[in-house]
Nanobody, 119 residues
Framework: QVQLVESGGGLVQAGGSLRLSCAAS????????MGWFRQAPGKEREFVAA????????YYADSVKGRFTISRDNAKNTVYMQMNSLKPEDTAVYYC????????????WGQGTQVTVSS
């Protein structure tokens, strides 16, 4: 089992950048594929990005491709998401999630961090 804690959210102007971090507890972080999801007010939670156990493969939603970069440091038990060229429509609560089976089934979730992009 892994526990996840996100940080790095905040208020930023359109065009700005933020870097989210997700710190994981436990010794088996490298056995989890990791993902970032987001949920805007009144909308369903949506996939943003994912990274394989080793970090060698990454996946992005079309809406963030070219602007967001997911990465991980298994020595620090942390996954990151660098968000550049932020838009007001990126405003949401961002969650990191862990997938032990690496099948796209995320069983472990953090509490979320708010990202607000002003126009």
């Amino acid at each position: 089992q892994v526990q996840l804690v996100e940080s790095g959210g905040g208020l930023v102007q359109a065009g700005g950048s933020l870097r989210l971090s997700c710190a994981a507890s436990g010794r088996t972080f490298s056995s989890y594929a990791m993902g970032w999801f987001r949920q805007a007010p009144g909308k369903e939670r949506e996939f943003v990005a994912a990274i394989s156990r080793s970090g060698g493969s990454t996946y992005y939603a079309d809406s963030v491709k070219g602007r967001f970069t997911i990465s991980r440091d298994n020595a620090k038990n942390t996954v990151y998401m660098q968000m550049n060229s932020l838009k007001p429509e990126d405003t949401a609560v961002y969650y990191c999630a862990g997938d032990e089976s690496a099948t796209g089934s995320y069983a472990y979730w953090g509490q979320g961090t708010q990202v607000t992009v002003s126009s």
